[in-house]
């Protein structure tokens, strides 16, 4: 039975590394600046409380820490798929706490954002991507994860058992449905001055206007026209400066075909940082994220999710104990993931950087060895639930590469798009 949750945070010093310095907190409160080497000297057998480890080690001139409190982890654990720079400032941003203004403010920082991340667990302890946490936790606390006491404190089960199950996440994701067929699409125009009108209301009462924008969405209204020939689609090719606002330009009447034609309106770009930021720009269309998430998908190569038969192999039996920890903030962002996109999704990059690429690499399909419906995790892949997806949507955001790729194929797994945007069209192949 659990117990009522409480905090417990480690009684070791804060630590903040700066260059041939570093400023040290102790438990108590006192604030010591160091020199590097002095630093290293003293924390030599103590597990401090720092903001990435690695980076930490370097500046002091150290292999590495034999097993620091690392706040990145807590934070990946506490509030996996959220985003936040790997810094002290990082973050308190994430949290809403004060920004510290010198490197003895942060310090004296760590602290606190240890305590507003272990309240944030033991506040949502019920909530469903929990419920196997504990085990977890108590899993990467037996390959050696500092946090692991003070998690399940959070959690109020401080006497937790490794659970055998502890990272198989598939058996907490959905399943994806295959829908009934779509009715064939429509083919009603967008007029300009309806791109207008919709940009006019992406862009909401008040904000600045701008004529060349609006100007460049009636222009990108033509794109969506009916073909009148069979085989010519209706092309448009369209330059502006920049900060003209060109992706909402587009996106006007992107948005309004699918709405009136029942189909996805394809939009590809160069590379996968282009498409996460057109994928921000569509939060302004569609503010909910619920559903955001229905209306608007990215669509990328496989080699980019977490493959969860990979996920399966590496923690069989139990995973090596150095990656344990790693993997086990893995399963933890899975369950909350949009996506499961491992490479410029919402994936904290920087779990690759205090584990190695070898933690988190292995666990995509890099090498093309998908076995599609005989893998038994096929009803929860998170390739196959945005393919589904993309079916249903309104916006599929891709790449040229992806988009190459299905036209070589013939659609391949998505079928042809009906309407495509090329953005950053000049890196087109």
């Known amino acids: ?50 903001v990435h480890a690695p980076a930490t080690a370097r500046r002091l001139g150290i292999p590495g820490f034999e097993a620091a409190h690392d706040l990145l982890e807590l934070f990946a654990f506490c509030r996996p798929a959220e985003p936040c720079a790997p810094t002290p400032r990082g973050l308190a941003l994430a949290l809403d706490l004060p920004q510290p203004a010198d490197e003895e403010a942060a310090a004296a ?7 507003d991340l272990l309240r944030h667990l033991a506040d949502t302890r019920d909530a469903a991507r929990n419920r196997d946490a504990a085990g977890l936790a108590a899993r990467m606390g037996e390959a050696g994860w500092a946090w692991a006491p003070s998690v ?46 919709r940009l006019a209301e992406i862009l909401g009462a008040g904000s600045e206007q701008r004529p060349q924008q609006a ?39 992107a948005s309004l075909w699918a709405e009136k034609n029942g189909a996805p309106v394809w939009i590809s770009t160069f590379t996968r940082n282009l498409q996460r930021q057109i994928d921000q720009e569509t939060a302004r269309l569609f503010p909910d994220p619920e559903e955001r998430r229905r209306r608007v998908v990215l669509r990328k190569g496989r080699e980019n999710y977490l493959c969860l038969l990979n996920l399966d192999d590496q923690t069989a039996g139990g995973p090596v104990p150095y990656w344990a920890v790693a993997l086990g903030l893995v399963a933890r962002w899975a369950l909350a993931s949009r996506d499961g996109d491992l490479l410029g999704g919402d994936f904290p990059g920087w779990i690759t950087e205090l584990f190695g690429p070898g933690a988190v690499l292995p666990l995509a399909d890099r090498r093309g060895e998908c076995i599609h419906s005989a893998c038994p995790h096929y009803k929860t892949c998170f390739v196959e639930h945005s393919i589904r997806r993309a079916k249903t949507a309104q916006i599929v955001i891709a790449n040229h590469a992806l988009v190459m790729v299905q036209a070589a194929l013939g659609g391949g797994e998505d079928g042809p798009p009906l309407r495509l945007v090329f953005d950053e069209g000049h890196h087109l192949f």
Do not use: C, N, Q
């Open 1 to 50: 039975m659990a117990t009522a949750p409480r905090l417990l945070l480690p009684d070791v010093p804060s630590l903040v590394a700066g260059f041939a310095r570093a400023v040290l907190v102790t438990p108590d409160g006192e604030i010591e600046t160091l020199a590097a080497e002095a630093a290293a000297a003293r924390l030599r057998d103590t597990a401090p409380l720092v």
């Open 109 to 115: 920082l760590l602290p606190r954002i240890a305590t």
């Open 152 to 197: 399940l404190a959070a959690l109020g089960e401080p006497g937790a058992k490794p659970t055998a199950h502890a990272y198989k996440v598939w058996r907490r994701l959905p399943e994806w449905e295959d829908a009934a067929p779509a009715p064939p699409a429509a083919a009603f125009p967008v007029e300009p001055a309806e791109a207008r009108r």
């Open 215 to 253: 100007d460049y969405a009636s222009a990108a209204a033509a794109a969506f026209a009916p073909r009148e020939h069979p085989g010519a689609p209706a092309l448009v090719l369209a330059e502006a400066g920049t900060g003209t606002g060109k992706t909402l330009g587009y996106i006007a009447p």
